[in-house]
């Protein structure tokens, strides 16, 4: 059974920079695509980035494309998302999520995804 351990989730001013870290046991990253997704107060979950098994490839959502670099390292087990100019609107929590699946083809469908993290919350505010 896998099970992720999320971390990095903080207050920070608009403009600023974290890194959520998402480390793996029970599996292999390079086995698994791996992705983030957000969710806030009464809307759905929505697919942030995504990272194939080799760690070559990764999609963005287009309201994070220039800013979010999604990366893995397998010699650490981790997946991490270096989130940088943060803007309000990118307040919500931040799951980790795995699954056996070509990102090239839905990477955005939930039910792709095996196993999914607690969540650890991002707020950007002044």
């Known amino acids: 059974q896998g099970q992720f351990v999320e971390s990095g989730g903080d207050l920070v001013q608009p403009g600023g920079s974290l890194s959520l870290s998402c480390a793996a046991s029970?599996?292999?990253?390079?086995?698994?695509?791996m992705g983030w997704f957000r969710q806030v107060p009464g809307k759905g979950r929505e697919g942030v980035s995504c990272?194939?098994?080799?760690?070559?490839?990764?999609k963005y959502a287009d309201s994070v494309k220039g800013r979010f670099a999604m990366s893995s390292d397998n010699a650490k087990n981790t997946a991490t998302l270096q989130m940088n100019s943060l803007k309000p609107e990118d307040t919500a929590i931040y799951y980790c999520?795995?699954?056996?699946?070509?990102?090239?083809?839905?990477?955005?469908?939930?039910?792709?995804?095996?196993?999914w993290g607690q969540g650890t919350q991002v707020t950007v505010s002044s």
């Open positions: 990272i194939s098994t080799s760690g070559k490839t990764t």
């Open positions: 029970g599996f292999a990253v390079d086995s698994v695509a």
């Open positions: 999520a795995a699954g056996r699946f070509d990102i090239d083809f839905g990477w955005r469908r939930k039910a792709a995804y095996d196993f």
